[in-house]
């Protein structure tokens, strides 16, 4: 039952911290004001009104009672009661209304009902609250008279409810506007903090994030750049110690080309130069993998112009792009987004026929998917070529002349920016590559 509720409660809460916060200032005010306006209101507004409202009541059935008991001095009388309590009174043989003119719904009304029906009785009495804007308009019919009377409102109800309501809800809302700037200032650190380790998350470079906020907002960004920092050197003395390999391993593989060349077992000549040329691309593939991922910054993609750029390179009819918005934006690496595109497309050229690219903008992901008629891939094998030197022996190998770096580089490209690669059977027999990218 408990964690039902508390499932609940968490779906019904906001996920940010900014409005949760908010929730945790303005939830007491808020309580605390709606707390004492029902305790004023029943306590002493209604009191009050209830107390103004009987002294009416009776003054008006004292008004009936002295003027049954000494008729003669009714202009001696209605003007004392006009000049002291400011009321009008008037004495008339009218007929009695049959229409009530009280609002149901109005808590003036409920009072002075409830008063003059204990004093009066059940239609001896009318009354009207809204007709006039200062004033109450009530009939009392006294014999085969009415006698009819406009009292002051403030004599019915009081009238400092409003004031109070007005003095107890603005302050509230002032404090809540108050909380709001100070929540602002305070989670706005935060948000640049998820911003930088998000870009940093992509493969972007935070070099110019400062830490700001308070104490401990500052200590974990000031920890974060420092971490970013230490792994941003890793990575150039990875580039710079690969750099220094690969200058120190082509010199003698140089001089083994050179020696080869000058043998005159000319088979075993070039089986040894096929090895050798493999070393070397396989050097040359994962050193210039490693120096776009430290090197490369991070800007706007078209992706459309992209992925048309790659086709019109390709040059190749059985190469086919089908989208359904132009407006494809998303930032990221535009180099390294290019060669893991082209990467897959020269895999479904190079086994397949044909390849179909397709994309589709989401709400938030921009999903690509590129399709070819090849052999395509066990199943079982979808997680392994992901896999470093991973090569197929059967069916497929995915780079004939490679190293099995290609898939591997991709994926790394693809999570990089915070995006998902994903293996599937095609409609055409081959292999679907699915890469949704945020944006």
Do not use: C
């Amino acid at each position: 039952m408990f964690s039902g509720l508390n499932s609940f409660i968490k779906y019904i809460l906001p996920k940010r911290l900014f409005y949760r916060a908010l929730i945790i200032v303005a939830a007491p005010t808020i309580i605390l004001q709606i707390i004492i306006t029902i305790v004023f209101y029943d306590s002493i507004w209604i009191k009050a009104n209830k107390n103004i409202t009987r002294s009416l009541v009776a003054q008006l059935k004292t008004i009936e009672e002295v003027y049954q008991n000494d008729k003669t001095n009714l202009d001696f009388f209605t003007d004392s009661y006009k000049n002291n309590f400011n009321f009008e009174i008037g004495i008339n043989q009218e007929m009695f209304p049959k229409n009530s003119g009280e609002r149901r719904f109005s808590p003036m009304d409920r009072s002075l009902r409830r008063e003059l029906k204990s004093i009066f009785g059940n239609n001896n009495y009318w009354f009207n609250t809204h007709k006039f804007k200062n004033a109450v308009e009530i009939k009392i019919r006294s014999g085969n008279e009415v006698i009819e009377f406009l009292v002051p409102k403030e004599m019915v109800s009081a009238s400092s409810v409003r004031l109070f309501v007005l003095w107890t809800t603005l302050p509230s809302l002032v404090l809540i506007v108050i909380a709001l700037i100070f929540l602002k200032n305070q989670t706005k650190p935060l948000v640049k903090l998820a911003k930088a380790a998000e870009r940093f998350g992509k493969g972007d470079y935070v070099n110019n994030f400062r830490a700001s906020g308070s104490q401990e907002i500052r200590k974990a960004a000031f920890e974060f750049d420092r971490m970013a920092k230490r792994i941003n050197r890793h990575l150039n003395q990875r580039a710079e110690m690969l750099s220094g390999i690969s200058h120190d391993l082509r010199t003698p593989l140089t001089r083994l080309k050179l020696q080869l060349a000058m043998l005159k077992q000319k088979d075993v000549s070039d089986k040894m130069s096929k090895d050798i040329d493999e070393m070397e691309k396989m050097l040359n593939d994962y050193l210039h993998f490693a120096k776009t991922q430290a090197q490369e910054a991070t800007s706007a993609i078209d992706l459309i112009y992209l992925l048309n750029s790659i086709k019109n390179e390709f040059n190749n009819k059985n190469v086919s792009l089908n989208f359904n918005d132009l407006n494809i934006k998303l930032n990221g690496r535009p180099t390294a987004l290019k060669r893991s595109f082209e990467n897959i497309i020269q895999n479904g050229l190079t086994y397949g026929g044909k390849v179909e690219i397709n994309t589709h903008k989401g709400n938030k992901f921009i999903l690509v998917s590129i399709e070819d008629d090849g052999p395509g891939i066990p199943e079982d094998q979808y997680k392994n070529v992901f896999k470093p030197f991973f090569r197929l022996d059967k069916s497929r190998s995915l780079n004939k002349s490679g190293v099995g770096l290609g898939l591997a580089i991709v994926e790394d490209v693809i999570n990089s920016h915070g995006g998902n690669i994903q293996l599937n059977k095609s409609k055409y027999g081959g292999l679907q590559v699915k890469i949704s990218l945020p944006f």
